[in-house]
């Protein structure tokens, strides 16, 4: 089925992360990861971002794809799940939100439109949350629907308290869950965040403890 920019057996175009699909692996089960580039993780190596080690959990069941995209919005978010259904038949659902401010625009070329484009300047902070809301409802019935099981967490900004009641990652994000201090596993006491090769997005270090909390707070239903 195909319908303008939206479609079930076709990713939008783009550059994932991850193997290529054709033809797609059988035997165990697809986790699809959704995110913007700190999902993608711009600036870093491909052994480096939260995904990567997210996938080192229970892989005699799992088979995880990083279906991140730089500048994506919870549009696009949206937009990339329906595609996949028909091409990696997903049984596991991660979505990490972006900014909730982000749209995607689907005019002549869908565009991604992040809080200083001007075609945002009408938006609020009442309409940036129901826009989230609108496609966090999406994703909970696609999940209903396939009968997938589905995870939510956040890359900047929380917005945990909108959605009490769903499997939630909320205390946490990649933004926030370094530097941190733990005297077992801690010889140097840290203090400012960790900067990608870019120096613009979360380092190594975020994205390895993001991914361990991810796994602490929900590995016992990841299989």
């Keep these: 089925m ?21 033809p797609l692996p059988e035997g165990k089960k ?3 990861v959704l995110g913007c580039s700190h999902t993608y993780g711009e600036g870093l ?5 939260w ?3 997210l996938s080192q959990h229970n892989t005699e069941r799992l088979r995880y794809w990083n279906l991140g995209q730089p500048g994506a919005s919870a549009d696009k978010m949206l937009r990339i799940l329906y595609g996949s259904e028909k091409v990696l038949f997903p049984k596991i659902i991660i979505a990490c939100w972006p900014a909730w401010n982000r749209r995607e625009r689907l005019d002549h070329h869908a565009i ?12 609020s902070d009442n309409t940036d949350r129901n826009n989230f809301l609108k496609n966090v409802f999406l994703v909970e019935k696609y999940a209903e629907q396939n009968q997938c099981k589905i995870f939510h967490c956040f890359a900047q900004e929380s917005y945990q ?5 769903l499997n939630v990652l909320g205390d946490y994000t990649i933004k926030n869950c370094w530097p941190y201090w733990d ?3 801690q010889r140097q006491h840290y203090d400012k965040p960790n900067f990608a090769a870019d120096g613009r997005h979360y380092g190594v270090e975020h994205h390895q403890r993001f991914a361990k909390l991810f796994i602490d707070y929900f590995g016992k239903k990841l299989k």
Aim: hydrophobic content about 25%; charged content about 35%.
């Design 2 to 22: 195909k319908f303008g920019y939206y479609s079930d057996e076709g990713l939008p175009e783009g550059d994932y992360r991850c193997p290529s699909w054709e």
């Design 30 to 32: 697809n986790v699809v």
């Design 45 to 49: 190596k491909d052994n480096e971002h």
């Design 51 to 53: 995904v990567h080690f």
């Design 112 to 123: 991604s439109l992040t809080s200083d484009h001007a075609d945002l300047k009408i938006e």
């Design 161 to 165: 308290e909108h959605i009490k009641g």
């Design 183 to 185: 005297k077992f596993e």
